[in-house]
């Protein structure tokens, strides 16, 4: 097999293993950050929902990211990705207490007026 064969296929794998590697390596970063940071509980309202459709192409499904803004009382805001099963509980207009960590949503609890 010519050389250049070769060189080209031990590129490819060194770019396939490089983006395994860097893949795993930012995950381990920020659970590792999520798990650093304080456990915050603020009062907030929903502000915004969005959902993200991935792949799902041929044969393959699609799958999902669930995106929930939040504003709090100084008017920052923050949005935090949300499991399917909690993103249908809460309504943009809700307010309530938020519970993150991090980027990790924790729980939010509707207040009732």
């Given at each position: 097999?010519?050389?250049?064969?070769?060189?080209?296929?031990?590129l490819i794998l060194?770019?396939?293993?490089?983006?395994?590697?860097?893949?795993?390596?930012?995950?381990?970063?920020?659970?590792?950050?999520?798990?650093?940071?304080?456990?915050?509980?603020?009062?907030?309202?929903?502000?915004?929902?969005?959902?993200?459709?991935?792949g799902g192409s041929?044969?393959?499904?699609?799958?999902t990211n669930y995106?929930?803004?939040?504003?709090?009382?100084?008017?920052?805001?923050?949005?935090?990705?949300?499991?399917?099963?909690?993103?249908?509980?809460?309504?943009?207009?809700?307010?309530?207490?938020?519970?993150?960590?991090?980027?990790?949503?924790?729980?939010?609890?509707?207040?009732?007026?």
């Amino acid at each position: 097999m010519p050389l250049v064969f070769k060189l080209f296929g031990g590129l490819i794998l060194l770019f396939i293993v490089g983006t395994f590697i860097f893949i795993i390596s930012k995950g381990l970063i920020s659970w590792t950050s999520n798990n650093r940071a304080e456990v915050i509980k603020k009062k907030c309202k929903v502000v915004d929902k969005r959902t993200e459709v991935w792949g799902g192409s041929g044969d393959s499904s699609a799958n999902t990211n669930y995106h929930i803004t939040f504003e709090f009382e100084d008017r920052s805001r923050i949005e935090l990705q949300v499991r399917g099963d909690r993103f249908g509980l809460y309504v943009v207009g809700d307010i309530g207490e938020l519970t993150y960590q991090g980027t990790r949503f924790v729980e939010f609890v509707r207040t009732i007026d």
